[in-house]
């Protein structure tokens, strides 16, 4: 048979196979395989995609991947089977699937890192942050001699979650030096130059202050904030890269709920007084202090959808783990028994037992990466489940740091989401970005 004729026939063939299993799981996992996939050294990673049928698989760095055990560049594989890739060295492959033999299927990328150690935390931390500007909270009216009442920030048109980044040319790295701008600008009679950053975008406007009658001096009409302070829970230091992540979640605006963009910030060691039960409908919290003198542990470098992330020159104290644990990468999770690191009183980190009773393959970072239900009678005893405060405490599976607990569900207070480590490493830096693990490939 003429070889073009003989590759088209092939191809009405698999259009054809295609067309009719469309909405068949074989063919939904060869849609779902990544495009690209991270291993450590050491792991052993799995393609899943459960297609009858036979291919091609090709590699053309068996040096730094095998396929199958094999260091051949090619070889026959079923797809029914999974497809086994064995890192070998550290590096970047390129694994080729063509069915039969001749018609291109999937291209996967594979990064092969060296194995990533890190300290699980469990740590009560209190978080001050200051944000890179001043940021917009509220509107007030200003009441003039006349009786007029208006609020000048309101009329230059500038919104709640707004970032003042400088007023007439002047960086606003301090609240405490707005007063003075305004009462200049006010007794000038001229109006203020204002950049702000709305939706990453920066943006001018010109504001013109108003004397208020009752308090006697000059306004803007708005209500701003430039710092914020809490509680939570260390959740990772890597010692080569001194670099720590905690909280799981991004740090908001108490009145706007606008994430906070970090200008600066510190981490402190903080020490558990009491927790409130969490009961249904209403999550319970940690109840917890730093003085003004408590131990600074690090720096506040990024505020993400994944958490907090600085600096940190030491391992911090009451870690339950004398030696760095491997980190298990979101392919690896698996539902059934794990166990969450936190504090319920003072400073020492207890272990709990938990059960992860679902998992989601995610093709990209995305918080809710797992739930997972408190199984542990003293934990249960002592908070109701999971209360505020806990988020960032660290998830360990198999010997591994897999996620972070982040949220709470209110209705029910012992089941919650956590996030996968992975994402948290990777908004740290300690991982690189732009590729992923993903729901085909799983550890074994």
């Known amino acids: 048979m003429n070889p073009n004729l003989r590759r088209k026939m092939l191809g009405f063939i698999l259009a054809f196979f295609l067309c009719f299993a469309a909405t068949a799981e074989p063919v939904q996992s060869l849609s779902h395989m990544p495009n690209q996939i991270r291993l450590f050294s050491g792991q052993q990673g799995k393609l899943q995609l459960a297609i009858p049928a036979e291919a091609l698989a090709s590699v053309d760095r068996p040096d730094i991947v095998q396929v199958n055990g094999s260091s051949k560049t090619a070889q026959q594989v079923s797809l029914r089977q999974p497809i086994q890739l064995t890192p070998r060295q550290t590096g970047k492959a390129e694994v080729t699937l063509k069915l039969f033999g001749t018609i291109p299927l999937k291209k996967v990328h594979v990064d092969v890192m060296p194995e990533l150690k890190v300290y699980p935390g469990g740590q009560t931390i209190g978080v001050k942050v200051k944000s890179a500007g001043i940021l917009v909270v509220g509107h007030h009216l200003v009441h003039a001699a006349d009786g007029d009442k208006s609020s000048p920030g309101e009329a230059a048109g500038l919104k709640l979650g707004d970032l003042l980044i400088s007023m007439n040319g002047a960086a606003l790295n301090d609240i405490t030096n707005v007063p003075s701008i305004v009462e200049k600008a006010g007794t000038s009679g001229k109006p203020l130059d204002i950049t702000f950053k709305r939706d990453g975008k920066m943006l001018k406007t010109k504001l013109v202050p108003a004397f208020d009658d009752q308090d006697q001096t000059w306004r803007l009409g708005l209500y701003i904030r430039d710092s914020a302070a809490g509680v939570g829970t260390l959740t990772f230091y890597a010692p080569h890269q001194k670099v720590y992540g905690a909280l799981g979640h991004v740090i908001t605006d108490m009145n706007t ?30 109840r917890a202090h730093f003085l003004k003198d408590s131990r600074i542990l690090g720096n506040v470098e990024k505020n993400t959808h994944f958490g907090i992330f600085g600096k940190m020159e030491n391992k911090p104290d009451f870690s339950l783990y004398p030696e760095p644990i491997p980190v298990g990468l979101s392919g690896e999770v ?13 400073q020492d980190v207890e272990r709990f037992k938990v059960e992860i009773i679902h998992v989601s393959r995610q093709d990209e970072p995305a918080t809710k990466g797992m739930v997972i239900r408190i199984t542990d009678p003293r934990l249960i005893k002592k908070t109701g489940g999971i209360v505020q405060g806990m988020s960032g405490s660290p998830i360990v599976q198999n010997g591994k740091l897999i996620g972070a607990v982040t949220h709470v569900f209110v209705n029910d207070p012992k089941s919650g989401y956590g996030c996968f480590i992975e994402w948290m490493l990777q908004d740290s830096g300690v991982l690189p970005a732009g590729t992923h693990s993903q729901k085909n490939l799983k550890a074994s």
């Open 257 to 286: 709920q606008t994430p906070i963009e970090v200008g600066s910030g510190q981490i402190l060691q903080s020490n558990v007084t009491s927790i409130s039960r969490s009961e249904e409908g209403e999550p319970g919290e940690k």
């Open 334 to 346: 698996k539902t059934g028994p794990a166990e969450i690191l936190t504090v319920v009183e003072g």
